[in-house]
């Protein structure tokens, strides 16, 4: 059964201030993806990784995929309030028709 | 550019009614899942399809049922609803072969009162 971690569960930062978010998994995948949640909200595609060394950037946030490491990494660079979010990385499962499995999210606060 | 519609934002129920959430999506995918999301429980997979008239139980499926009908169209009911299943319902479709992971709609937030 594949499992994904992610942690830390809760960060907080203040702006400006560089961090990464990690997601860790159990068995062999070739995809990953990056979700971010508002509150209230639902959940908003933001990274497809698609292989190993798979490199994304979107503006000061940046996701990367080592498969053989079965880890991912989100990066913040210099946050901002505008990132305050949860973001949750979800993993394709390839022994289950390609379902997400999805890791259990980490509440960002990025403080003023 | 909406791609995966539910039909309510907010939805108030009384304890013992009967209950239909709708999603509807326009991209064509095969696959359409229905979720809910509880503070510190995550996402938690109820039931899903992967084509017409098809459906697989999730995780947690009790009380719960699920229709697809149509293949952009999967419909999630409350049989008789229970103040335990106020929550966050969230829907999503993707294509057969993943890919592209997961379109979510935007939630249905039913309060059972």
């Known amino acids: 059964e594949l499992k994904v971690e992610q942690n830390p569960l809760f960060l907080s930062m203040q702006e400006g201030k560089n961090y990464t978010i990690y997601c860790n998994y159990s068995?062999?995948?070739?995809?990953l993806y990056w979700y971010r949640q508002d509150p209230g909200k639902s959940l908003e595609s933001l990274f497809v990784?698609?292989?190993?060394?798979a490199v994304k950037q979107e503006g000061r946030l940046m996701a990367s995929l080592d498969t053989k490491a079965r880890l991912s990494t989100l990066h913040i660079t210099a946050a901002v309030h505008d990132l305050s979010a949860t973001y949750f990385c979800?993993?394709?499962?390839?022994?289950?028709?390609?379902?997400?499995?999805f890791g259990g999210g980490t509440r960002l606060m990025v403080k003023p | 550019d909406v791609k995966v519609t539910q039909s309510s934002r907010y939805l108030v129920k009384r304890t013992g009614e009967k209950v239909f959430l709708e999603c509807v999506q326009d991209?064509?995918?095969?696959?359409m899942f229905w979720y809910r999301q509880d503070p510190g429980l995550g996402l938690r997979l109820i039931y899903f399809?992967?084509?017409?008239?098809?459906?697989e139980k999730g995780d947690i499926p009790e009380g719960y049922s699920v229709s697809r009908e149509k293949k952009e169209r999967f419909s999630l009911i409350l049989e008789s609803a229970s103040t335990n299943q106020t929550s966050m319902y969230l829907c999503?479709?993707?294509?057969?072969?993943?890919?592209?992971?997961?379109?979510f709609g935007s939630g249905t937030r039913l309060t059972v009162v």
């Open positions: 990784l698609l292989s190993n060394g």
């Open positions: 399809s992967y084509d017409v008239k098809m459906k």
């Open positions: 999503a479709s993707s294509l057969a072969g993943g890919l592209y992971g997961y379109t």
């Open positions: 991209m064509d995918h095969e696959n």
């Open positions: 979800a993993v394709e499962d390839n022994n289950a028709g390609n379902m997400l499995t």
């Open positions: 068995t062999t995948s070739d995809r």
